[in-house]
């Protein structure tokens, strides 16, 4: 009964009590805080789920229909018919239509996310067993990010989503993201964000977001990877401007690629 109860208080309740990381018993996307999660939730919301319910509806009633009109009972004298030319053209041009009328925005949906803006900020993240990398090209930053401990987390940290090194980017900023991988097939998702894509061994692939609230953020790989598949969290800090470029002064000192920046060196000296 508790687990009844909280389940319809989820879908009672505003979800802006519900910020940043999946709860117990949710239904449904976590809230968007990107313009893309809100094109993909509008599209299931709006478009979807009116038609699922639809046509699930309709196939319940031709169901009861069948088992009532056509009871043997009622029917002492079966019928012997076939075909129906009518019918049959009806259930493959109305199939044909739905998926028209699903397949347009989704197209434009897909195309949208897969067009990447000017970016303000560029990051590269890297698949490992069983955890994520992470490097600041433009700004000589590289780290690695690991699954807290369920020993060692602290009151305010979700068990299975904290990390030691959270990736750490400023509000209202387009930010893109490199990801591939050092191993095995991995994925990099953001829920919040829409935000997912494959992370493969030896290419790297691409994908973009504009958070447009502050807070932290929670993601997992989504590629069965291994043994620890479950255990390799990502977390995307969002912040000011201000605080941005704090964390930007200590990250440059705290996380400074040396092969880089000697890399660089060399380079000028010639």
């Known amino acids: 009964m508790k687990k009844i109860f909280i389940i319809f208080s989820g879908l009672l309740i505003s979800s802006n009590a519900f910020a940043n990381q999946p ?9 968007a805080a990107s313009e893309s999660m809100r094109d993909i939730v509008a599209f299931h919301n709006n478009l979807l789920l009116p038609i699922i319910i639809a046509i699930s509806v309709f196939v319940l009633f031709l169901m009861l229909y069948a ?3 056509f009871r043997a009972s009622a029917n002492p004298n079966p019928s012997k018919r076939t075909h129906n030319v009518t019918v049959e053209i009806l259930w ?4 044909c239509l739905i998926l028209i009328v699903m397949a347009v925005p989704s197209f434009k949906i897909l195309y949208k996310q897969d067009t990447i803006p000017k970016a303000d900020l560029t990051i590269k993240a890297i698949g490992y067993q069983w955890y994520w990398g992470y ?9 690695e990010s690991y699954m807290i401990e369920d020993k060692a987390l602290k009151a305010d940290q979700p068990r299975l989503l904290a990390v030691d090194n959270e990736v750490v ?5 387009v930010v893109k993201v490199l990801i591939t991988a050092n191993d095995v097939l991995h994925a990099w998702a953001l829920p919040a964000f829409g935000v997912k894509r494959d992370a493969v061994p030896g290419r790297i692939n ?16 989504s590629e069965l990877c291994g043994i620890k598949h ?9 912040v000011s401007e201000e605080e941005y470029q704090d964390w930007l002064s200590e990250a440059r000192i705290k996380f400074a690629n040396d092969e880089i920046k000697n890399d660089k060196l060399k380079i000028a000296s010639r």
């Open 67 to 69: 088992c009532i009109r």
């Open 135 to 143: 490097e600041y090209p433009d700004e000589n930053i590289i780290f």
């Open 230 to 238: 479950a255990f390799m969290p990502i977390t995307v800090k969002v």
């Open 23 to 31: 709860f117990d018993w949710q239904l449904g996307f976590q809230k």
């Open 169 to 173: 980017v400023p509000v209202n900023k």
């Open 92 to 95: 493959t041009l109305i199939p």
């Open 206 to 221: 691409e994908t973009w977001f504009k958070a447009e609230k502050e807070g932290t953020y929670y993601g997992q790989c």
